[in-house]
């Protein structure tokens, strides 16, 4: 079974600042990948960025980047440059290897203070 | 762009009733999936569907049922609906093996069952 663990229910970052938003996974597949979404208070679930469990370099989308520690078994997300439209819910998730099913962490508030 | 779209944003309904959502998907994926989304229980996976006529049970089956009669439609459809359903159901669409299995979701739809 695959799990996805997001240690922080609430996170402040100031406009214009970096922000590290944690995920830890667990899985026994050799193959899996691993997505974050963004969800802001419309509801729709936006896709961010994907890291494939074999891909060699990070994986970077605009101002998104996943910090991905296989050893450690964790796939941060890192926005630069917070802006006050990136206030909003993130969920980190995963699937695994023959599995179309997605694994949804619990998600991480994130508010953006002007 | 990707494009997923959901017959409603917004849905009231009475106990007992039969409720169809729909979802529309315009970019010729596979593969697609209806999740409920509830405060503390994340996203749980009801039903997906890998291809036409094709459905697998997900992790919260139970009241719930599937049509997939066309490539780019998927219906969730509650068979007797009760105030335990209400919640956010979100509809996704996507692609397996080409690289990144990336799951595109529509807008959602808040159902109150009265």
């Known amino acids: 079974a695959q799990k996805i663990t997001q240690t922080q229910p609430g996170m402040f970052v100031q406009e214009k600042e970096a922000v590290t938003l944690d995920c830890t996974y667990d899985t026994s597949d050799p193959s899996y990948g691993l997505f974050w979404y963004k969800q802001p208070s419309s509801g729709e679930m936006i896709f961010l960025i994907y890291?494939?469990?074999?891909?060699?370099q990070n994986a970077t989308e605009g101002r998104y980047s996943l910090n991905f520690q296989k050893a450690r078994k964790s796939a941060n997300l890192v926005i630069s440059a917070s802006q006050l439209g990136d206030s909003a819910m993130y969920f980190c998730?995963?699937?695994?290897?023959?599995?179309?099913?997605?694994?949804f962490g619990k998600g991480t508030k994130l508010s953006v203070i002007p | 762009d990707v494009k997923v779209t959901q017959s409603s944003r917004y849905l009231v309904k009475r106990t007992g009733e039969k409720v169809f959502l729909e979802c529309v998907q315009d970019?010729?994926?596979?593969?697609m999936f209806w999740y409920r989304q509830d405060p503390g229980l994340g996203l749980r996976l009801i039903y997906f569907s890998y291809d036409v006529k094709m459905k697998e049970k997900g992790d919260i089956p139970e009241g719930y049922s599937v049509s997939r009669e066309k490539k780019e439609r998927f219906s969730l459809i509650l068979e007797s609906a009760s105030t335990n359903q209400t919640s956010m159901y979100l509809c996704a669409s996507g692609t397996p093996g080409q690289g990144t299995d990336t799951q595109y979701f529509g807008p959602g739809t808040r159902l109150t069952v009265l």
């Open positions: 998730a995963m699937t695994g290897a023959g599995s179309y099913q997605l694994t």
């Open positions: 970019m010729d994926h596979e593969n």
């Open positions: 890291q494939g469990s074999y891909d060699q």
